[in-house]
Nanobody, 121 residues
Framework: QVQLVESGGGLVQAGGSLRLSCAAS????????MAWFRQAPGKERDFVAA?????YYADSVKGRFTISRDNAKNTVYLQISSLKPEDTAIYYC?????????????????WGPGTQVTVSS
């Protein structure tokens, strides 16, 4: 059974940093895109970043967020820096159906339960 578990969220002041982790179990995903999405209260789940052999970012996080993966550990990371109050959301890890990078949630097959990131001003 595939399971994704995010960790590393928390409360941080504006300008601060966090490192989110997503550990996958049940199978390996070296041949799949892995991504991070986020969802703020009352809003849709938005694409943040994805990684295959390359990295992809939403315009709103370029230069502040860095996605990486360790295939040996079946883990994907999201280093988030220069945080802003508008970055407050639940951050979700997702695994795609292939190496194709899609920026909408239906394109992803497996999801973690999410980790809360709250940025205070």
């Amino acid at each position: 059974q595939v399971q994704l578990v995010e960790s590393g969220g928390g409360l941080v002041q504006a300008g601060g940093s966090l490192r989110l982790s997503c550990a996958a179990s049940g199978r390996t995903f070296s041949n799949r895109a892995m991504a991070w999405f986020r969802q703020a209260p009352g809003k849709e789940r938005d694409f943040v970043a994805a990684i295959t052999w390359s990295t992809y970012y939403a315009d709103s996080v370029k230069g502040r967020f860095t996605i990486s993966r360790d295939n040996a550990k079946n883990t994907v990371y999201l280093q988030i820096s220069s945080l802003k109050p508008e970055d407050t959301a639940i951050y979700y890890c997702a695994v795609g159906r292939s190496l194709e990078v899609l920026t909408t949630a239906p394109g992803y097959e497996y999801w973690g339960p999410g980790t809360q990131v709250t940025v205070s001003s």
